[in-house]
Structures are given as structure tokens and as C-alpha cells.
């Protein structure tokens, strides 16, 4: 099972269908090119859900005609992750989504809960990764993480995202390498972004 597998840009399909009697692609959104590379596949099923298991609590929360409270947030961010369906599988690769998994949780935990501050925003972010991490470290699983991305812009300034503090418990990774996400042509500004790919297999 691959969870975050996007538009297949760095999922060896082909390979990892050949390998496997049943390959199960995740993510939040299947765009039409992947459902017709996966239709070619027999074994490959497509299957569109939130990894961090909050998507289902949050919009019951936002149907509501009150604002939420920040416990309400706390006690949906702090709970396991429960992914009905996905706790079967018998290997699982985690590819390139950590840095993501918190992005639309808290938009709309600061949209819903005005009273959040950013101490609520950084807790529930951890709570996030860290939640991601114990539930992949519970089965045989390959984790290919963006630790670092760095943004350069023309003039030398440097804006660093360094989420390797939360990747600290999994050890050193077993392979790293860089991956120049948009370069200055690219950009148009002489900006460029850097991330940092760690990877661990266990
Ligand atoms: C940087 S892309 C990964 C690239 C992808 N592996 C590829 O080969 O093209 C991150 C992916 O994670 C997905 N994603 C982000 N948050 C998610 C979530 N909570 N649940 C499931 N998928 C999520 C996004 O939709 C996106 O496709």
C-alpha cells in the first residue's frame, strides 16, 4: 500500500505492480492520468482518504453552527490514528507526504476555532507527524520523508522548514538525497527549492 501516491512521479508502478499481488495507491485525490495509468493494472486499486484520520472529524465539527473549542480540536488531534481498511496490509510506504499531513487539518482547525493561538497550531502539527509515525512504525513499512526544504531566494536569504526534529526517533535514515523541487529558471524570480528526501525501511 502506498500512501500519498499523488501523480505517480516518484512510485515505480510498473515495478512495484509486478511485484505485488495487490497494490493499493492512496491519496486524499486520484486525478484522471493516475486512474488511467491504474486502470492498466489488474492488481492496482485506487483509494482516495485522508491518511491522518481527521478529515471525517473535522467537517463534522465545521457542520456545525457554533465555533469549536480548542479541546474539541485537542481530543481529535491526540487520539491514534484509525484508518478502517488500510490495517491490513502487509507492507506500506509512506512516500513523500509527511511534510503535507498537517497542512489542511490546521487551515481548518485556525478557520474553525479562532481562539486557537500558533502554541495550539505547533502542538496539534506535532501531534500530526508524530501520529503518522506510530501508526506506520506499527507494520513493516518504507517511510520517504521531505526532512528539510529550504528556499533560497535571489538576493541569498534562506527560509529553512525543518520537520528532521520529529524524524529523530526512526534513527539514521538509509538513504538520503537532495531534490530541487523548482529551479531558478523555473521560478522566473531566481528563487529555488531544495528538500532534503531522508528514507527509512524497517
Ligand atoms: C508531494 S506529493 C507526493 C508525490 C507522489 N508520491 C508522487 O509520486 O507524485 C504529496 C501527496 O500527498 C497527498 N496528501 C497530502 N495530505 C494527505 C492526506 N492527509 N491523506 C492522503 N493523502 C494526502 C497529496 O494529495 C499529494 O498527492
Not at 491522518?52 to 473549542?69: F, I, S, W
Not at 506499527?138 to 529550504?150: E, G, K, N, S
Request: proline share 6%; with cysteine.
Amino acid at each position: 500500500m502506498v500512501l500519498g501516491s499523488g501523480l505517480l512521479l516518484d512510485v515505480p508502478l510498473v515495478e512495484l505492480a509486478a511485484r505485488f499481488r495487490r497494490l493499493y495507491l492512496v491519496d486524499m485525490v486520484h486525478l484522471p492520468r493516475v486512474r488511467r495509468l491504474a486502470a492498466a493494472f489488474p492488481g492496482v486499486s485506487l483509494l482516495e482518504l485522508d491518511v491522518t484520520g481527521t478529515a471525517t472529524g473535522l467537517c463534522a465539527l465545521g457542520r456545525r453552527q457554533r465555533p469549536v473549542e480548542r479541546g474539541e480540536l485537542e481530543a481529535l488531534f491526540s487520539c491514534p490514528v484509525a484508518l478502517p481498511g488500510l490495517e491490513s496490509a502487509d507492507w506500506v510506504a509512506s512516500v513523500n507526504l509527511f511534510s503535507q499531513l498537517p497542512l489542511l487539518p490546521l487551515e481548518a482547525a485556525s478557520r474553525l476555532c479562532p481562539a486557537a493561538g500558533e502554541t495550539d497550531l505547533l502542538r496539534w502539527q506535532q501531534q500530526i507527524l508524530v501520529r503518522h509515525l506510530d501508526w506506520l512504525r506499527q507494520r513493516p513499512a518504507c517511510l520517504l520523508a521531505d526532512a528539510v526544504q529550504t528556499l533560497r531566494r535571489a538576493n541569498g536569504e534562506r527560509e529553512v522548514m525543518d520537520y528532521s526534529p520529529w524524524l529523530e526517533v526512526l534513527g539514521p535514515p538509509g538513504a538520503a538525497w537532495s531534490w530541487l523541487l523548482v529551479d531558478e529558471a523555473e521560478s522566473g524570480d531566481g528563487s529555488r527549492v531544495e528538500h532534503e528526501v531522508r528514507a527509512w525501511c524497517w
